[in-house]
């Protein structure tokens, strides 16, 4: 309806122009909005507002010259002139009511639309460091990534999703280095594991797995494990060192080779566990980009060559410093350590320089809260490599907060007393979970009741809103139990017959949605999806509550049906959005 509209506004400002009215470098665009009050009709403009200063005219004046030149049309009822100059349009019922048959015809296809025209983009998400199991946390920003990903793609967008594997750095080496530590514990070598290891089970499923299929080939004494090594935390010593102390020990007791396969077996067995976890939860992924291939393939060298170039590089105590103050960052950046090792950060500007040479119209990452500090500092890096970092969108996820049976539960990744995604799947359903996840705005905090979430009540959105659609396909089977039968066709002709309240409210938000997806997904905000299947599920139940369907009346009846089949689809629709199911039984 909305594009309707401004069309006809569009064929008059074009009329106005050929006969001179209107200069021909006008270049005011046709903004249209809904009315809060259907005493002021369906949609509302400004533009003789905007026009009427470069004109020279009254707003009220230039309001109605578009009136006026407005082609005739039977999508409008009447059209006013209301306060300083907006102009007012009333849909005409027969184009409210043909909304029911756009939504039959189009089916899976409605809401779609080609808005983006083709243009790439790239929407990196979840990336978390294949150091264990995906947690709750990372939970909303997959769900969250996957829905802007998806909304994008259903707007016209070429979209392609990528998820950044950390396979490279310390944290790597902390994991390898925890599952060769209990791999020894199998062994029967006796030690203290320490502080800032991987403590999870996982872990020592991993080292299982390689003390079976090589036995004591891995191991060592504990004097060769311990011996010269710093204190750890609980001795006085510090915890870090202490770690870093111990992967060099391994690395030099296994040796390259016997090491590389010691950290890959960890990297790879976690990495399948990931994939899995993600895929059982309707999250795919066009590119597994590893962070490795980045120094394989040269491109941290070439990244820090082409700020080096650009002046925007310097040496201090012997590492090399990125000037990212003069970008906008709040300090400047080591790019490399004094002992020749590039830094992470380094690999971030390498691997963003990377998805911008690979021609994106657009980049997105859906990073952590906590990595704020982040944006700033690769933003400086991409403008001083002479990148248009304005083309780079990054969406900071707020923690998701699980509770159960109104207690907080807590959770560490280093520790092993964390809620995998794989359990909080478990006990609440992927459902929940996906919509949970995107009911509020990624940038506030979000309170995941479980219990909440597994309830079956209006309370519980994701019930609610699938009970709307199991109720429509629970009709249907009512109507074939007692031998009726639907014809769409006389239902389309006997639209008229829809006169109630109810009714009216439901065209509405049928007609609705197609503007409600392309807002959504420009501003990247799932939950206007998750809040509008709530409000169109609560104005089903509350038609289906106050009416019968089945009635005697061929011709209402028929009619009745088609616009609850229009709700259904459309339920179905922004339900797919939002990686959410439509259940036809409840």
């Known amino acids: 309806m909305k594009p309707q509209l401004q069309a006809l506004l569009e064929q008059s400002l ?48 230039v309001a109605q010259l578009i009136i006026d030149h407005l082609p005739e049309s039977d999508i409008l009822d009447k059209v006013e002139i209301a306060g300083p100059g907006f102009i007012n349009l009333f849909i005409s019922r027969n184009a409210r009511l043909a909304v029911i048959t756009q939504v039959l015809e189009a089916g899976e296809a409605y809401g779609r639309s080609r808005l983006g025209a083709g243009k790439k983009v790239q929407v990196e998400f979840v990336s978390a460091n294949p150091t264990g199991p995906l947690h ?28 950044y594997v950390n396979d490279a750095g310390r944290q790597m080496d902390i994991l390898g280095t925890s599952v060769w530590l209990r791999y020894l514990e199998r062994c029967g070598v006796k030690f203290h594991f320490p502080t800032n290891a991987y403590r999870g089970d996982y872990v020592r499923d991993i080292a299982d797995t390689l003390f079976q299929e090589h036995g004591q080939d891995y191991a060592v004494t504990t004097e060769a494990l311990m011996d010269g090594l710093p204190a750890d935390e609980p001795d006085g010593g510090d915890k870090e060192e202490y770690i870093d102390a111990v992967i060099q020990r391994a690395k030099g007791l296994l040796g390259d080779n016997r090491y590389r396969y010691v950290f890959e077996l960890g990297l790879n067995v976690i990495l399948d566990d990931i994939r899995d976890d993600l895929a059982e939860f309707g999250v795919t992924y066009e590119t597994w980009y590893s962070e490795r291939s980045l120094t394989d393939k040269g491109s941290v060298n070439k990244a820090l060559e082409q700020l080096r170039d650009k002046g925007a590089l310097y040496e201090k105590d012997g590492a090399l410093w990125f000037r990212s103050t003069e970008y906008g960052d709040e300090k400047d950046r080591v790019v490399q350590r004094d002992n020749g090792q590039t830094t992470y950060f380094a690999s971030d500007i390498a691997y963003h320089m990377d998805k911008f040479d690979r021609g994106y119209d657009r980049v997105i990452d859906v990073w952590g809260a906590d990595h704020h500090g982040y944006v700033p500092r690769v933003k400086a890096a991409l403008h001083a490599m002479g990148r248009d970092d304005a083309r780079l969108d990054v969406l900071l996820v707020q923690f998701a907060i699980l509770y159960r049976g109104g207690e907080r539960v807590q959770m560490s ?132 509550n106050a009416h019968q369907f089945l009635v005697d009346d061929a011709d209402l009846r028929d009619a009745r049906l088609n616009l609850i089949l229009a709700v259904r689809q459309v339920l179905a629709n922004g339900l797919t959005l939002l990686g959410v199911s439509a259940p036809e039984e409840m």
């Open 14 to 61: 074009h009329t106005l122009t050929g006969n001179g009215t209107l200069p021909a470098d006008r270049s005011v665009e046709v903004q249209l909005t809904r009315t809060r009050d259907k005493a002021h009709g369906d949609f509302a403009t400004n533009l003789a507002l905007q026009l009427a200063k470069p004109l020279g005219r009254k707003p009220r004046d």
């Open 136 to 163: 709750v946390g990372h939970g909303r920003g997959a769900a969250y990534g996957a829905a802007v990903a998806d909304l994008l793609e259903a707007v016209g967008f070429d979209v392609h999703r990528e998820y």
């Open 413 to 544: 990744t280093r520790s092993g007393s964390f809620v995998t995604l794989r359990e909080l799947r478990e006990e609440v359903g992927n459902d929940a979970a996906r919509f949970f996840y995107v009911m509020r705005r990624c940038e506030q905090h979000l309170d995941f009741d479980l219990d909440l979430a597994k309830s079956q009540s209006a309370d519980n959105p994701v019930y609610y809103i699938q009970y709307a659609h199991a109720r429509v396909c629970s009709v249907l089977r009512q109507m074939q139990a007692k031998g009726l039968t639907h014809d769409p066709a006389n239902g389309h002709a006997h639209l008229d017959r829809l006169t109630e309240d109810h009714e009216s409210a439901l065209l509405g938000s049928l007609a609705h949605f197609p503007e409600l997806v392309e807002a959504a997904a420009l501003a990247e905000e799932p939950h206007q999806v998750a809040n509008y299947l709530r409000d169109l599920a609560n104005d089903f139940h509350t038609y289906y």
